[in-house]
């Protein structure tokens, strides 16, 4: 159980296009979903925190406007790249985690690359 | 803000030989002290994970320590094996507020 699903694995846009990468529970309700972001060789940067029907928190330096979060269900938060620029270019993980529980359980990422 | 410190960054051991890894975590209301293998283009998987009330915890080759005191806790890896390398992170989360934040990583090299 607890399996974390992300869509697109990779995505190639244009400058000034957005992106839309979708993360699923598959098997679970999960309360909470988590965006990261992870540059080539670093660690994972917490973007965002997203409960389901409420609007998401953003870390500090994080663009609400520019980085999109809904989280409409218990099992699907997406994450939109507004205009994206060649500097967005990262890896991007979701992860989800159930009510009342402390483990969170990663998607395998999408890599966006901006041209 | 909250911090979490890794150490090192980078650890080359023989193969069977013990890797320790060590993070220090700045926030006294983080209750909760995942450990991640994560693998080159990979998700991250949680590996083993201790809680607040908990000093040591061990599965098979890994366990990890918890000072709550120090805010110190540790990876332990024995007997490591060539399919061991990648890289770890460990992480601190206060369940209250749900927030993990990660250390910088520790890259693992298991040599033949």
């Known amino acids: 159980g607890a399996v974390v699903s992300q869509h697109p694995s990779w995505v190639i846009c244009k400058s000034g296009t957005s992106v839309k990468i979708e993360c699923r529970s598959l098997?679970?309700?999960?309360?909470?979903m988590f965006w990261y972001r992870q540059f080539p060789k670093q660690s994972l940067m917490l973007m965002a925190t997203?409960?389901?029907?409420?609007?998401?928190?953003?870390e500090q330096g994080v663009e609400k406007d520019k980085f999109l979060i809904n989280h409409a269900s218990l099992t699907l938060s997406t994450l939109t790249v507004t205009s994206a620029h060649p500097e967005d270019s990262s890896f991007y993980i979701c992860?989800?985690?159930?009510?009342?529980?402390?483990?969170?359980?990663f998607g395998p990422g999408t890599r966006l690359t901006v041209t | 803000g909250e911090n979490v410190e890794q150490h090192p960054s980078t650890l080359s051991v023989q193969e069977g030989d013990s890797a320790v890894i060590k993070c220090t975590y700045s926030d006294s209301a983080s209750n909760y002290f995942p450990w991640y293998k994560q693998e080159l283009g990979k998700r991250p998987q949680l590996i083993i994970d201790?809680?607040?009330?908990?000093g040591e915890k061990k599965d098979q080759r890994i366990a990890v320590t918890l000072n709550k005191t120090a805010k110190h806790f540790s990876l332990h890896i024995t007997e490591t094996q060539p399919e061991d390398s990648a890289v770890y992170f460990c992480a601190a989360s206060n369940t209250g507020g749900f927030k993990t934040i990660f250390g910088a990583g520790t890259r693992l090299f298991v040599k033949a």
């Open positions: 201790i809680r607040s009330n908990v």
């Open positions: 992860s989800a985690a159930r009510d009342r529980v402390y483990e969170q359980y």
């Open positions: 098997d679970f309700q999960a309360t909470t």
């Open positions: 997203s409960n389901e029907g409420s609007k998401a928190t953003y």
